[in-house]
């Protein structure tokens, strides 16, 4: 099977060429992999071309102006959604990554192992790790069914069944609520121990705590739903205040009635999901 790998990059000079290096040195090499420089003001450009020079039947880049406000999602993806124009169609599984990762050398080898073992599955990755102390612990941010938006890899017939990705936090929960309403599976692989460089959120600004908040209810979770899963978070962060913030994202994008990023019919579904996987937690 073929995969491709597509990275949204901005102001990335300090881990992007760790990041290419180590999907060069996959035991699997990808077919191609492409860097979208998103309005980068440093030294990531020049460390790209190195590697496009290094490496010109793999790696290649296109740039991108946008605002240098960093809100989580929506510049991510936009930058992600414009390289998809440039990318040949021949490939099986495609790759969105972050450009501040260190994948182990055989991690696309054993991700193509299960797309090959059960055609039901729509998404896989492994879990992400960052360095607290000298030692490489969990980030432990999601549950262990969900795959980090740092690293997704999709089946092509998958992603364009779910309608790519959305520019809006939460893409990266909705993507795989929209697997399930379709009937793909989602596998997360322990074994898969992905080097994360960056803490997550180090860019975002103030904004940007409402907009988990916004997130949930972009997803139809409701007020309850919303409410569980932000104090869930607030708590895993260390921060419980942050609930307050949440909360207060969720109702502001109630007052102005936000657009979902799924259908009414894809909104009961997700409600009836989360309803379900809470109750097995509490029973198990």
Not at 120 to 145: C, P, S
Not at 228 to 236: D, G
């Amino acid at each position: 099977m073929k995969y491709q790998i597509l990275i949204p990059a901005h102001n990335e000079e300090q881990f992007i060429g760790k990041t290419l290096e180590s999907l060069v040195n996959q035991t699997l090499p990808p077919k191609n992999i492409l860097v979208v420089n998103d309005t980068s003001t440093d030294g990531t450009q020049k460390i790209i071309d190195q590697f496009c020079f290094t490496y010109p039947d793999i790696i290649s880049s296109v740039t991108i102006q946008s605002e240098a406000i960093h809100l989580p999602g929506s510049k991510v993806i936009n930058a992600f959604n414009f390289g998809l124009q440039f990318i040949s169609n021949d490939y099986d599984v495609l790759v969105k990554a972050d450009a501040d990762l260190i994948f182990p050398p055989h991690y696309f080898e054993t991700i193509i192992q299960h797309f090959k073992a059960d055609d039901t599955i729509g998404m896989a990755g492994g879990f992400a790790y960052i360095e607290r102390n000298g030692t490489w612990i969990l980030e432990n941010l999601t549950d262990k069914d969900h795959i980090r938006g740092a690293f997704k890899a999709y089946r092509k017939n998958t992603f364009k069944e779910i309608g790519g990705l959305k520019p809006a936090m939460g893409w990266d929960t909705v993507d795989e609520l929209l697997c399930k309403y379709y009937n793909w599976k989602v596998v997360t692989n322990p074994n898969l121990q992905v080097k994360h460089l960056k803490p997550t959120g180090a860019n975002y600004n103030k904004a940007s705590r409402y907009k988990q908040g916004e997130a949930f209810y972009s997803l139809g979770y409701g007020f309850l739903i919303t409410a569980i899963a932000s104090l869930k978070l607030a708590l895993r962060k260390g921060k419980p205040l942050l609930f307050l913030d949440y909360m207060k994202g969720f109702w502001k994008a109630k007052k102005a009635k936000k657009e979902l990023l799924v259908t009414s019919d894809q909104a009961q579904f997700i409600r009836n999901y989360r309803w379900k996987k809470m109750k097995e937690k509490i029973f198990d």
